[in-house]
């Protein structure tokens, strides 16, 4: 059950109510009735104690309270709203479209501020809590761009948040530095890509507009993705201001294939790329486990595996990353990967649950689909305690890492946008246990 607020002139009409008047009734309360228990097979049982959990809208109160009609026009959001009237040289309320833009601008880089400055250290990237973030933060500038904000001007906006907050949320101010050194590396990161993106849709638009289903195909859309690194939610926004949907089924199947395409995989058996198999072969497929941790170590968790191709003579990994590496960063992942031969590890297999693979920290191509159990190779003296790679894979694998012999990257560089693509051979190591 929701509970309304009336936020219009006077009192509301007789029979007015939110399905009719959506604009003057605002919700700032929710309840819910806990009066049974399910059992596992379905069946309820009424609780011995009933109650009612209830949440309310802080600032939705706040805001009537305060005889406003949107949490906007409160002192919460004000003085960020000011600053980006500041930047933009325009003035909230004079047009709806660019209000939206505000509002947006607003609510996302709060969020982020709040998000960058928590203990828990999350940073943007593209998997998990850091790809929302990642995702918000993009929004944001895009529709700074729309203002016409054409320089980096998130930081900015930053400081405002953090001075508004700052009191209450002492760690804004201990993490300042963090904040907006992370979101202007986003910013101006994301700008090139938003500019060519937003040029390509513009060009794809008179085709699109002759589409009579108003869709933009899976295809296109992952093609903005993944030639011009434009983010498919984008693409969805962008296309929703012309009256289209995106098909997202068609996206992830152009997804699949690509990912199926790149990792060059034997009649779908998680091979991890090997072009052929033999004792060589084998001992760079685990080279390129030990080679995403070390480029995990070295780069932080941005770095996500997209594609591996071996054969007997060298290795090819690709794997998701928003700039070239440093030539101090490609010494580094090296002497990991050497370091960890050097070291001869135990390479263990288990067979677990997706599910569990994940609990226990396993890497993977999440998005693939997967049986009811999985090979999970552990690279380390103790799989459950002490180890330097886990991950969900095919094999095949070498017993112990000093088998694989010295290490060598080749050669780092472009794959596609937001995709980096690494080059290695091995040479000499001990013979593989027969």
């Avoid at 690194?229 to 098909?247: I, K, N």
């Avoid at 996206?251 to 995989?265: D, I």
């Avoid at 969900?392 to 937001?418: L, M, Y």
């Amino acid at each position: 059950t929701e509970i309304f607020y009336w936020v219009g002139e006077g009192l509301p009409p007789l029979g007015s109510n939110k399905g009719t008047d959506s604009a003057n009734w605002m919700e700032i309360w929710n309840n819910v009735f806990m009066q049974y228990n399910r059992a596992e097979d379905g069946t309820l049982s009424k609780l011995p104690k009933q109650n009612v959990d209830t949440g309310m809208g802080l600032e939705r109160t706040n805001c009537i309270l305060q005889g406003k009609t949107s949490v906007y026009l409160t002192e919460v959001f004000q003085p960020i709203i000011a600053k980006i009237g500041e930047l933009s040289s325009y003035s909230y309320g004079s047009d709806e479209e660019k209000d939206k833009s505000v509002r947006i601008i607003a609510d996302h880089i709060r969020a982020a501020v709040f998000i960058l400055g928590d203990q828990r250290g999350v940073t943007p990237s593209n998997l998990g809590a850091g790809y929302v973030l990642r995702r918000i933060i993009r929004r944001a500038v895009r529709h700074g761009r729309k203002l016409g904000i054409e320089n980096t001007f998130l930081a900015g906006i930053a400081e405002v948040v953090i001075a508004n907050f700052k009191n209450a949320y002492p760690e804004l101010e201990a993490n300042h530095e963090k904040i907006t050194t992370e979101l202007t590396k986003e910013e101006e990161k994301f700008s090139d890509t938003l500019k060519k993106g937003e040029a390509e849709f513009q060009k794809l638009l008179p085709n699109l507009m002759k589409n009579p289903k108003k869709e933009i195909s899976g295809k296109v859309a992952f093609r903005l993705y993944d030639t011009f690194g434009f983010p498919v939610e984008l693409t969805q926004e962008l296309g929703a201001e012309h009256g289209f949907t995106v098909d997202f089924e068609g996206f992830k199947e152009a997804e699949k294939k690509h990912q199926e395409a790149s990792k060059s995989l034997d009649a779908g058996a998680a091979k991890g790329g090997l072009a052929e198999q033999s004792d060589v072969t084998t001992k760079y497929h685990t080279a390129t486990h030990l080679l995403q941790q070390a480029l995990v170590q070295v780069l932080g968790n941005e770095v996500a595996q997209k594609g591996s191709n071996i054969n007997n003579e060298r290795m090819r990994f690709d794997f998701t990353f928003s700039r070239p590496m440093t030539k101090e960063e490609i010494q580094q992942v090296e002497d990991i990967v050497n370091q960890k031969i050097k070291e001869d590890l135990p390479v263990t297999m288990e067979v677990m649950t997706l599910e569990q693979a994940q609990a226990e920290g396993a890497r993977a191509l999440f998005t693939n689909k997967y049986g009811e159990s999985v090979k999970v190779y552990t690279i380390g003296r103790d799989p459950k305690t002490d180890w330097f790679s886990k991950e969900v894979c095919g094999g095949p694998h070498v017993q112990h890492t000093a088998q694989i012999g010295d290490f060598k990257i080749q050669k780092e560089q472009s794959s596609s946008a937001g995709v980096r693509r690494i080059r290695a051979v091995i040479s000499g190591g001990l013979p593989l246990d027969k």
